[in-house]
């Protein structure tokens, strides 16, 4: 099996998602690299990079307090 370090080929995704940008709505653009990931919104040249492990963290906390708003939301109901 081929560690994804020695890849060669880019691994690109083009998004349903949509961004305001430059005046114009845009497809999101991700571009995965060993160790990080370029977004950009399609037709602009500038680009954002992230790391997995701040991708990881991201959803723990956004899964975090979609479960606390859940709780409070039973809690109102009853």
Same mark, same amino acid.
């Not at 020695?6 to 305001?20: D, H, K, P, Y």
């Given at each position: 099996?081929? &560690?994804? *370090?020695?890849?060669? $080929?880019?691994?690109?995704?083009? $998004? !349903?998602? /949509?961004?305001? /940008? ?28 992230? &790391? ?6 991201? *959803?723990?906390?956004? !899964?975090? +307090? +979609?479960?606390? *708003? ?6 109102? $109901?009853?």
């Amino acid at each position: 099996m081929t &560690d994804l *370090a020695s890849r060669t $080929t880019r691994l690109r995704f083009v $998004t !349903a998602s /949509e961004v305001r /940008e430059g005046g114009k709505r845009r497809r999101v653009v991700c571009e995965a690299r060993p160790g990080y990931l370029i977004v950009k919104a399609s037709g602009l040249h500038s680009c954002y990079t992230i &790391d997995y492990a701040s991708i990881w963290s991201m *959803a723990v906390k956004m !899964a975090v +307090a +979609a479960e606390k *708003a859940e709780k409070s939301a039973k809690k109102g $109901t009853k």
